[in-house]
């Protein structure tokens, strides 16, 4: 089935500092890959998207391409904020699927 | 637009005690989603609903879960009996048309503790 792997957290940065969380992926078809973050005591709240490959989703800093070839939507920075510290998910919607898989979760703390 | 409500946002029960879990879907959203977050398994897709009506619950965990919607506006998510396992993040989303719309919208979630 189709699945999700991210990098291990917590990852610890110095604010300005440049960012990657890596991302990949297993999906039969061609699925929508996303980024989810979630700050202390809410919900997901969509990051970014791209729908096929070679996309580019970017929205508040943040991007990440979609690269068909290594099956992989790793997500950038190039200055972080201390703003910017919450847990952050790769998904994907599989061809035909509803739901979203989720990755497990990457937790970002940015010190000043 | 208030977002997607979920209640109560802290639950803490006896093992055996029935949970019911609420869920208001953000209005004109046709599709809901409940997701359980925990730290060993990340976040799981436990059912999701389409025009009030159950597409995909093999994400259940066991017959001890059940979630109905009865209309378009509330859902509920029920456990009996709840067990110790069962303590996790419960999130509730909604979205415009599973088929066409890959945006969610996720509440705040009721964090659920069995003891």
């Known amino acids: 089935g189709d699945s999700v792997t991210q990098m291990e957290g917590p990852v610890t940065l110095s604010e300005e500092a440049f960012l990657t969380i890596n991302c990949t992926y297993t999906a039969t078809g061609y699925p929508s890959l996303f980024w989810y973050v979630q700050y202390p005591g809410e919900g997901l709240q969509l990051l970014l998207k791209?729908?096929?490959?070679?996309d580019k989703g970017s929205n508040k800093g943040f991007e990440a391409t979609y690269r068909k070839e290594t099956t992989s939507f790793h997500l950038e920075k190039g200055s972080v904020q201390v703003s910017d510290s919450a847990v952050y998910f790769c998904a994907l919607r599989g061809g035909g699927a509803d739901g979203l898989t989720f990755g497990k979760g990457t937790h970002l703390i940015i010190q000043p | 637009d208030a977002g997607v409500i979920q209640s109560p946002r802290h639950e803490v029960t006896e093992m055996g005690q029935e949970v019911t879990l609420r869920c208001k879907p953000i209005?004109?959203?046709?599709?809901l989603f409940w997701y359980r977050q925990t730290m060993m398994r990340g976040l799981e897709l436990l059912i999701y609903?389409?025009?009030?009506?159950?597409?995909?619950d093999s994400g259940m965990p066991e017959d001890r879960f059940s979630a109905k919607m009865p209309n378009a506006s509330f859902s509920t998510l029920k456990i009996q009996p709840s067990e110790p396992r069962d303590s996790a993040v419960y999130f509730c989303a909604s979205s415009v048309n599973s088929a066409t719309n890959e945006k969610l919208f996720f509440g705040s979630g009721t964090q659920l503790s069995v003891l």
């Open positions: 609903f389409n025009n009030n009506v159950p597409i995909d």
């Open positions: 209005s004109g959203h046709n599709s």
């Open positions: 791209a729908t096929k490959a070679d």
